[in-house]
């Protein structure tokens, strides 16, 4: 009786060890660098960093020209224009100069700031996709494939292209738009 009580006790305990190797094992990775750079939310997020960048340089560029202009004026005329009216350009030079370096400054935070924040956008839309579909297929971990500390992993356990196709999806259903096919060598890089 006594051994008839351990069995019953033993099974009994062994039963939530089983039901915990019942839970999802299986593992996956994604490619997060490739999903920002192939997807079509992506793209258009570096389209709009990339305008703005653009922008910042068009007007870094009239600002050096408008330097090199006034220091051809001053390289040219110094010997013809008064002791007063050179240093006042001189040091109109000087302002632009630091300007200049001000400006280059604000850009590059500006830039960061609005990468950071396409960045964040990007993250908090795509996290539910990659959410979903690790559940859809009985994932127990996602990896992050290059920023996890993972050297190696097999292509058969990388979901990229699946979370590249359902992001797609995703916001193009929220844009109210068809997504755009990706070619075949585009899946594959």
Same mark, same amino acid.
């Given at each position: 009786?006594?051994?008839?009580?351990?069995?019953?006790?033993?099974?009994?305990?062994?039963?939530?060890?089983?039901?915990?190797?019942?839970? &999802?094992?299986?593992?996956?990775?994604?490619?997060?660098? /490739?999903?920002?750079?192939?997807?079509?939310?992506?793209?258009?997020?570096?389209?709009?960093?990339?305008?703005?960048?653009?922008?910042?340089?068009?007007?870094?560029?009239?600002?050096?020209?408008?330097?090199?202009?006034?220091?051809?004026?001053?390289?040219?005329?110094?010997?013809?224009?008064?002791?007063?009216?050179?240093?006042?350009?001189?040091?109109?030079?000087?302002? /632009?100069?630091?300007?200049?370096?001000?400006?280059?400054?604000?850009?590059?935070?500006?830039?960061?700031?609005? /990468?950071?924040?396409?960045?964040?956008?990007?993250?908090?839309?795509?996290? &539910?996709?990659?959410?979903?579909?690790?559940?859809?297929?009985?994932?127990?971990?996602?990896?992050?494939?290059?920023?996890?500390?993972?050297?190696?992993?097999?292509?058969?356990?990388?979901?990229?292209?699946?979370?590249?196709?359902?992001?797609?999806?995703?916001?193009?259903?929220?844009?109210?738009?068809? &997504?755009?096919?990706? &070619?075949?060598?585009?899946?594959?890089?």
């Amino acid at each position: 009786m006594k051994k008839l009580l351990i069995s019953i006790a033993v099974t009994a305990l062994a039963v939530p060890v089983f039901a915990q190797n019942a839970a &999802p094992g299986r593992l996956a990775v994604i490619d997060v660098q /490739r999903v920002l750079n192939t997807s079509v939310a992506g793209k258009a997020a570096q389209e709009k960093l990339k305008k703005l960048q653009d922008d910042k340089m068009t007007r870094a560029n009239k600002m050096q020209e408008e330097m090199k202009a006034l220091d051809t004026e001053i390289n040219t005329k110094k010997l013809s224009l008064s002791e007063d009216k050179l240093a006042d350009l001189q040091k109109q030079l000087s302002d /632009r100069q630091i300007a200049l370096q001000r400006f280059g400054q604000d850009a590059d935070k500006e830039l960061g700031d609005a /990468r950071d924040k396409e960045l964040l956008a990007l993250e908090g839309k795509i996290k &539910p996709v990659i959410d979903q579909i690790g559940k859809e297929m009985g994932l127990a971990v996602i990896f992050n494939k290059f920023e996890s500390g993972l050297v190696y992993a097999s292509d058969a356990i990388d979901i990229t292209d699946t979370v590249i196709k359902k992001f797609n999806e995703t916001t193009a259903a929220e844009a109210g738009t068809t &997504p755009a096919v990706q &070619p075949a060598a585009a899946k594959k890089q």
